[in-house]
C-alpha cells in the first residue's frame, strides 16, 4: 500500500469530531461544570433553585477540593490520615487573617496558603515515616487534636471559640469585588483547575510510583523508588490541597468556626473518598456530593425528610453501609457492575425470545 | 556564776549573728530549693494532696477509659478493625438503661443490666449481619464510620429528644487519711472503678483460663490455621463484638451515673483518649491498653497543674511523640513481614 492509502484509511477509520470531543478525558467535567453554572445561574436569576441548594453544592466543591487531595493520598499513596479537617481549619484562619489585612487579588491568597500548605506537609511526611497504617492515623488525629485545641483557645489569630467573623469578600484582578454568589464561580475554577492537576498527577510517574509504594513498600524500594520523597510529596499534595480548600470556605462564606474543623469532618471526608472507590476526581466528586450535598440538596425537598431532619441523616448512614457493604469498591464499581448487570439481563431476554446467534 | 553570766552573751551573740544573716541572705542552692519547695507547699502551688486528690476524682475516669480500651482491643485482635463505632453502641447502652430506668420501672441496678445485655446483642448481630460480610481493608474502618453516623440519627428517632438523667448508685463521700493527708473520695467514682477492675480482671481470666479465651487467642493469632484446628472463629468474632459492645455499655452507664447525664456526645472525649490509650499501651497485647488506660488521666491530671487549658493539648502533644519514638508501645511486641 502506498503511503495515501494509509492517510485515507486513518481518515475513513478516525471517528467523527463530537465522538473524540466526548472522549476526551476532561469532556465530563466540563460537562459537570456547566451544569452547576446553570444550576447557579437560576438561582441567582429565577426562583427555581433555593439558597439552600446553591449553598449546598458551593461547600460540596469546596470540600471535594480537601478530598481530592486525600484520594491522592489515601487511594494512590495508601495513607491514611485524619488530619485533613484541621488542615482546612488552618487554610481558613491564614487566608481569613490575610484577607482582613490587605486587598489584594484573590490569586496572591491561595499562593500564600499553598506555600504554608507545602511546609505543613513537609513536616507531616517527614514525620509519617516513622508511623504506618493504624499508627499513622492516631499520629495525624493527634496532630487534629492538638490544632483543634489551638483554634479553641482564646488569641487574636484564631479569634478563640467564636472564630473569624465578617471576612470581607476577595477582589479578583484588582478589578471585581465579588460576593456571596459571584464567589460560587470562583470555587468552580478552582475546583476545575485542581481535577486537571490532579488526573495529570495520577497519570504521570509521580501517580505510578505512589501506586506503586501503597502495593509493597520494600518492592517499590527495591525498583528504585525514593520512599520518602513520595511520601513527603503525598502529604504535600494532600495539605495544599487542604489548605486551599480551606481559603476558599473563608472567601465563600465569609466566617469560620472551630467547632467545624474536627476530626468527625475528617471522617466525613474519609467516607467521601472510600465511597468514590478510587483517586480519579470522578469517584472523589461523586462521592462528596452523596456525602455533603445529597441531604441538603435533594432529600431536604422531600416532605418526609424535611420534617424529621434526624430522618435523611439516619438515611445517609444506612446508604454509607449499604454502598461498603455491596459495592466495597465504591461508586464508579457500582455503576460498572450495574452496567455489566443490564447489559446480561438483555441478553438472556434476546436469547430465550429468538435462539443463540447464528453467526 | 560564769555560767549564769555567759548565757545572755551568747544568746546576744546568736541574736547579733541573725541579724547579720537577715541582712546578708547567703543560701546555697539547696537551701534556695527547700525554701520555695516549703513556700509552695504552704502556697498549694505543687501539692502532694492536692495532686492525689486531684488523681482520686479523675479515679472513675480511670475505669470508663479501661473498660472501652479493653473492649476495643478486643475487636482489634479479632477482626483488625479500629471500632470507631464503639463509643456511640456504648451510648446506645446507656440510653437503653436510663429509658428502662425512668418508662420501663426498672431500678438502677437491673436496667444496667438491661443495657449491657441489649449492647451485648447489637454487638452480636453488628458482627453477624454487617462487619463479617465486608472483604476487609478501609472497608471495615468505613462501616464503623458509618455506623457512628447512622446510629447518631437514630438514637433520637428511637428514644425521643427528652433528655434522659441517671442517678448514682452510691450517694455521698468517704473520707480517709493517708500519710498524714486528709483525702476523700466519692463513693460512686470508687464503685464505677472496683467495678471496671473486676469486670477487666474476669475479661482477663477468661482469656487466660476459659475455652473461649483459647479460641480467642488462636483467632487473634491467626485465624485461618485456627478455623482448620476446629475453632469456630465467626462465632468467637461475634462474641468478642458482642463482649466489647456490652464492655462499653457498661462503662457508658457508668460514666452516666457518675456525670448523671446522658447524651449522643457523651463518650467522644473516652472515645479519643481510648484510641491513644489503646495505642500507647500497645495495641498487639491484650493487657496492654489497660495499663494505657489508667496512664492517661493520671497524665492529664499532672498537665491540669502545669497548665489547665493547655492540658489536653499538651497531652496530645506527648503521646504523638511516645508514638514515634515507640510506635510499639509499652507493652507491644514487633511484628516482622515478609516481602
Aim: charged content about 10%.
Amino acid at each position: 500500500m502506498l503511503k495515501n492509502d494509509y492517510e485515507a484509511l486513518a481518515k475513513e477509520c478516525r471517528p467523527h469530531y463530537l465522538k473524540r470531543i466526548a472522549r476526551h478525558p476532561f469532556f465530563g467535567y466540563i460537562v459537570l461544570m456547566i451544569l452547576l453554572i446553570i444550576v447557579q445561574l437560576l438561582h441567582m436569576f429565577t426562583d427555581l433553585i433555593s439558597m439552600t441548594v446553591s449553598q449546598a453544592i458551593n461547600t460540596t466543591m469546596i470540600l471535594a477540593v480537601a478530598a481530592l487531595g486525600l484520594g491522592i493520598l489515601l487511594m494512590m499513596s495508601g495513607l491514611l490520615s485524619l488530619g485533613t479537617g484541621s488542615f482546612i481549619g488552618l487554610g481558613t484562619y491564614i487566608a481569613g487573617n490575610l484577607l482582613k489585612l490587605l486587598d489584594l487579588p484573590f490569586v496572591f491568597y491561595l499562593a500564600v496558603v499553598a506555600v504554608a500548605g507545602v511546609i505543613i506537609g513537609v513536616v507531616v511526611g517527614v514525620i509519617s515515616l516513622r508511623a504506618k497504617g493504624i499508627h499513622l492515623m492516631i499520629v495525624t488525629m493527634a496532630l487534629s487534636y492538638i490544632m483543634y485545641t489551638m483554634f479553641v483557645l482564646p488569641n487574636p489569630f484564631t479569634g478563640g471559640p467564636s472564630g473569624l467573623t465578617q471576612v470581607p469578600f476577595p477582589t479578583l484582578l484588582f478589578l471585581f469585588k465579588t460576593n456571596r454568589e459571584t464567589m460560587y464561580f470562583v470555587v468552580l475554577a478552582v475546583t476545575f483547575l485542581l481535577i486537571i492537576l490532579t488526573l495529570n498527577v495520577i497519570n504521570s510517574t509521580i501517580g505510578r510510583a505512589m501506586l506503586g509504594m501503597s502495593q509493597s513498600e520494600s518492592l517499590a524500594q527495591a525498583m528504585g523508588i525514593h520512599l520518602l520523597k513520595y511520601r513527603v510529596l503525598a502529604f504535600v499534595i494532600a495539605t495544599v490541597y487542604a489548605m486551599v480548600s480551606g481559603a476558599l470556605y473563608i472567601a465563600s462564606i465569609a466566617s469560620s468556626s472551630p467547632y467545624t474543623w474536627t476530626t468527625t469532618l475528617a471522617m466525613n471526608i474519609l467516607v467521601a473518598v472510600i465511597i468514590g472507590g478510587t483517586a480519579k476526581p470522578v469517584g472523589v466528586i461523586a462521592g462528596s456530593f452523596l456525602m455533603f450535598c445529597l441531604d441538603l440538596a435533594i432529600l431536604d425537598n422531600i416532605p418526609f425528610f424535611a420534617n424529621n431532619p434526624t430522618a435523611a441523616v439516619f438515611f445517609m448512614g444506612f446508604l454509607i453501609i449499604l454502598i461498603v457493604m455491596k459495592y466495597p469498591g465504591g461508586l464508579m464499581w457500582m455503576l460498572t457492575s450495574l452496567k455489566q448487570k443490564t447489559q446480561t439481563f438483555f441478553y438472556m431476554r434476546r436469547l430465550k425470545k429468538y435462539g443463540p446467534d447464528e453467526s | 556564776m560564769p555560767r549564769h553570766c555567759k548565757a545572755p552573751a551568747a544568746k546576744s551573740e546568736l541574736a547579733r549573728l541573725t541579724a547579720a544573716k537577715r541582712l546578708k541572705p547567703e543560701r546555697g542552692l539547696l537551701e534556695v530549693l527547700d525554701f520555695r519547695l516549703e513556700k509552695s507547699i504552704t502556697k498549694g502551688e505543687i501539692d502532694l494532696q492536692n495532686a492525689i486528690q486531684l488523681i482520686l476524682n479523675s479515679i472513675f475516669q480511670i475505669g470508663v477509659l479501661a473498660l472501652t480500651t479493653v473492649g476495643m482491643s478486643l475487636t482489634f485482635k479479632t477482626v483488625y478493625v479500629v471500632n470507631f463505632a464503639q463509643a456511640i453502641t456504648s451510648t446506645v447502652g446507656a440510653f437503653m438503661a436510663a429509658f428502662l430506668l425512668r418508662d420501663a420501672g426498672f431500678n438502677a441496678w437491673t436496667s444496667m443490666l438491661g443495657g449491657v445485655a441489649i449492647c451485648f446483642f447489637l454487638g452480636y448481630i453488628m458482627d453477624n449481619v454487617i462487619i463479617r460480610n465486608i472483604a476487609g481493608g478501609s472497608g471495615r474502618i468505613m462501616i464503623t464510620i458509618g455506623l457512628i453516623v447512622l446510629i447518631t440519627a437514630a438514637i433520637p428517632l428511637v428514644f425521643g429528644l427528652n433528655p434522659f438523667t441517671f442517678p448514682r448508685y452510691f450517694m455521698g463521700n468517704l473520707n480517709f487519711s493517708f500519710l498524714g493527708m486528709d483525702l476523700y473520695v466519692s463513693a460512686n467514682a470508687l464503685f464505677v472503678f472496683l467495678l471496671s477492675a473486676v469486670v477487666i480482671g474476669i475479661i482477663f481470666l477468661a482469656l487466660r483460663f476459659t475455652k473461649w479465651g483459647l479460641g480467642v487467642r488462636g483467632t487473634a493469632s491467626n485465624k485461618v490455621v485456627a478455623s482448620m484446628m476446629g475453632v469456630n472463629t465467626d462465632l468467637m468474632t461475634a462474641l468478642s463484638w458482642g463482649i466489647s459492645s456490652a464492655c462499653g455499655a457498661l462503662a457508658a452507664v457508668l460514666y452516666a451515673s457518675q456525670t448523671s447525664l446522658v447524651s449522643v456526645t457523651m463518650l467522644a472525649t473516652v472515645l479519643a483518649n481510648s484510641l491513644l490509650a489503646f495505642i500507647v499501651g500497645g495495641y498487639n497485647s491484650f493487657y496492654g491498653p489497660a495499663i494505657g488506660a489508667a496512664l492517661i488521666p493520671v497524665l492529664l491530671v499532672f498537665l491540669a497543674m502545669i497548665d489547665g487549658l493547655w492540658a489536653n493539648g499538651m497531652m496530645y502533644i506527648l503521646v504523638m511523640l511516645f508514638i514515634l519514638v515507640r510506635p510499639t508501645g509499652l507493652f507491644g511486641t514487633k511484628t516482622r513481614k515478609k516481602v
